[in-house]
Structure formats: C-alpha cells, structure tokens
C-alpha cells in the first residue's frame, strides 16, 4: 500500500529552479507528492538534470526554459502546463538576480534587471497563476523576499527595492485572493549558502557569519522546509506572512 503525501495531486510551478534554492524547492516539493514544473532562463546542467533529480525523488518533472520578465513566455509557460497537467495550484516565485553597487555608481541598466527579474516576473507570474487558482479555490503563492528587505544592506539598493516592493505584493494579493482559498506568503532567508552568497569575499563571508546567532549559513533545505510547509493544507490559515529564515539575523 503507497502512503498518501502532503502534496498528491498538486502542480507547483518554481521559477529559476534549475539551480541554488529553487532546485532545492523543487526537489522537496517532488518528495512531498507533487507533480513538478521546473523553470528556469538558462539550464547550465541541461534540463535532463532538473528531470533527473526530480525523479530521483519518485516526482513527476517538466521542464520549462521561460524568461519570466516577458509576459508573452510566462503566459505561454502557464498555457503549456494547464494542456499537459492541469493548472498550477502552488507558484513559488525564486527567481532572483543581484546587481550589487553603491548608489553613486548603479546604473540604471543595474536597477531596471534588478526590478524587473525579482518584481515584475512575480507579478507576471502571479497574474497567471491567479485566474486558474481563483476558478479552482484552492492556490499557494509563496514569493522569495529577503532579509535585505527588512533591514537593508549597502550596495543592494536595487535587490532591498525588489524585495520590499515583493512584500508589499505579497501583502496586497494575500488580501485580494483570500476569500478564494488561496494564500500568499513570503519568505525572507538571510545568508544561504549558494553560488549567490559564494561570490562573497572571504571577508564578507565572516563578517556575516559574526552576525549570525546561530552561528552558521543557511542551507537551501532550510528553505525548501518552509515553502513546503506553506504549500500544504496544514498552512491554509496562514496568509500575508513574511518568514524569516535567517538564523536569527533579523533579531
Ligand atoms: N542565497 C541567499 O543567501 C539568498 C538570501 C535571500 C534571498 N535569496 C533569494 O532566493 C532566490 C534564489 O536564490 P539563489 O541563491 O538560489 O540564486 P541562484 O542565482 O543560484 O538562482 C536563481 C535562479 O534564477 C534564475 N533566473 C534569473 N533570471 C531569470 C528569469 N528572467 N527567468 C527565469 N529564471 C531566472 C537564474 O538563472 C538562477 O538559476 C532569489 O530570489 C534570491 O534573491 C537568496
């Protein structure tokens, strides 16, 4: 006899999964019952890696190379899962891309990627999720924010803007899409240990560590934990929350 899993039955959908905390999220969401869409811009492994590792996992996997920040490609993205499984019932929006510089000398090139990747591919990407969600009553929107947005940090003007404005997008849709049974959450991890936070220098790296009271970085499990607690039934009272996963940094 198969044991039922928290998630049977549900599509979920992660953006810039094909790497780093996504591909993590996916591969828990997988082990927890549900069937798989894996995007991503770029698949530097290949897409028969994200497959590979779903199905290491005895998940059901496809894969979708989608530039969320035009809306024709998330709209197509969204189309090619409903004709082929059915809608999206849980959007985890990972996506995310720093353009670090002091305010003096961030361009507006630096800004515009910045905001567009982290803000307006969630809200594409929210927009087409919600329509499906709405008919079904049932959905799980959970946005990767940032402790960046809470508390700042020099040089990521663009990223804390992106972040924050993901908040209050949070926020707004958890209000609007409530009565519809579907929920909007956040999280907001601090240092996790990936090729994001592997760019910092040495002492970068230690300064941060210093500040950490559980003394150690984040792992993307860490992450993937929480999002797949947010995704379950069990958390269809909560809404408009924003998690810190962050060892304590935010205290
Ligand atoms: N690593 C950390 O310490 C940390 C802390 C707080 C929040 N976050 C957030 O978590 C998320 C994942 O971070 P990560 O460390 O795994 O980063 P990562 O760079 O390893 O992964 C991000 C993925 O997003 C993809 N992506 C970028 N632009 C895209 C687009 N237009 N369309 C589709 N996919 C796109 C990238 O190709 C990449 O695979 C990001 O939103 C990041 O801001 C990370």
Redo the contacts with the bound molecule.
């Keep these: 006899m198969t044991t039922r899993k928290a998630l049977d039955g549900k599509v979920a959908l992660v ?10 999220i996916a591969i828990r969401l997988g082990a927890a019952g549900a069937r798989v869409v894996v ?4 698949f ?1 492994e290949g897409p028969e890696a994200a497959i590979e590792a779903l199905r290491g996992v005895g998940a059901e996997a496809q894969v979708i190379q ?5 809306a024709a490609q998330v709209q197509k993205m969204f189309q090619q899962v409903e004709a082929e499984w059915g809608s999206v019932d849980i959007l985890v ?6 353009r670090d510089g002091l305010i003096m000398r961030m361009s507006e090139e630096d800004w515009d990627a910045v905001l ?3 803000l307006k ?1 969630a809200f594409l990407c929210c927009r087409a999720a919600a329509r499906s969600m709405i008919r079904k009553r049932w959905g799980r929107i959970i946005n ?5 947005a809470l508390a700042g940090n020099p040089g990521q003007v663009n ?1 804390g803007a992106s ?1 924050a404005g993901l908040i209050g997008m949070t926020r707004t849709l958890a209000k609007e899409l409530a009565s519809r049974n579907i929920t909007v959450n956040a ?11 592997r760019t910092m220098s040495e002492d970068a790296r230690q300064q941060a560590l210093s500040r950490i009271p559980m003394g150690r ?2 792992t ?1 499990e860490d ?1 993937a934990a929480v999002v797949a607690f947010l995704a379950t039934e069990e958390a269809s009272y909560v809404t408009g929350q924003v998690i810190g996963v962050d060892g304590g940094i935010a205290l």
């Design positions: 953006t810039g999964a094909s790497r780093g905390i996504g591909r993590t995007n991503d811009v770029v530097r989608a530039d969320i920040t035009d929006n990972n996506a995310g891309i720093t567009t990747v982290n591919g990767m924010s940032s402790v960046v990223y972040k999280l907001a991890p601090g240092f996790i240990d990936t090729d994001m936070v970085l984040g993307p992450v």
